[in-house]
């Protein structure tokens, strides 16, 4: 069975820093895309940051410069550094987890955890 389980969101006023988590079992871990998405209400779901097997890294313009993905396949985790949240950050942070077969791509979700960036 596949879990991806967030933690670490909260409510931060804005200049300040949080760290989300995401811990996976059930997955080669080690083999998969990595990502962290968000969703504020009344919004689409959008991609944050990504993170690929071999380390190479992905941010929406929105983020960059402030946010920092890593990931730690001894763990089976995937972080997310979120420094300077703005008011605009406020969203449902979810983990993803993607990979690419011959035959289609298979990707997994968190639950979701809510970040709130109070002005």
């Known amino acids: 069975q596949v879990q991806l389980v967030e933690s670490g969101g909260g409510l931060v006023q804005a200049g300040g820093s949080l760290r989300l988590s995401c811990a996976a079992s059930?997955?080669?871990?080690?083999?998969?895309?990595m990502g962290w998405f968000r969703q504020a209400p009344g919004k689409q779901r959008e991609l944050v940051a990504t993170?690929?097997?071999?380390?190479?890294?992905n941010y929406v313009d929105s983020v960059k410069g402030r946010f920092t993905i890593s990931r730690d396949n001894a763990k089976n985790t995937v972080y997310l550094q979120m420094n300077s949240l703005k008011p605009e950050d406020t969203a449902v942070y979810y983990c993803?987890?993607?990979?690419?077969?011959?035959?289609?791509?298979?990707?997994?979700w968190g639950q979701g955890t809510q970040v709130t960036v109070s002005s």
């Open positions: 993170i690929t097997s071999g380390n190479s890294t």
């Open positions: 059930g997955i080669g871990f080690s083999i998969y895309r």
């Open positions: 993803n987890a993607e990979h690419w077969r011959w035959y289609g791509a298979t990707d997994y």
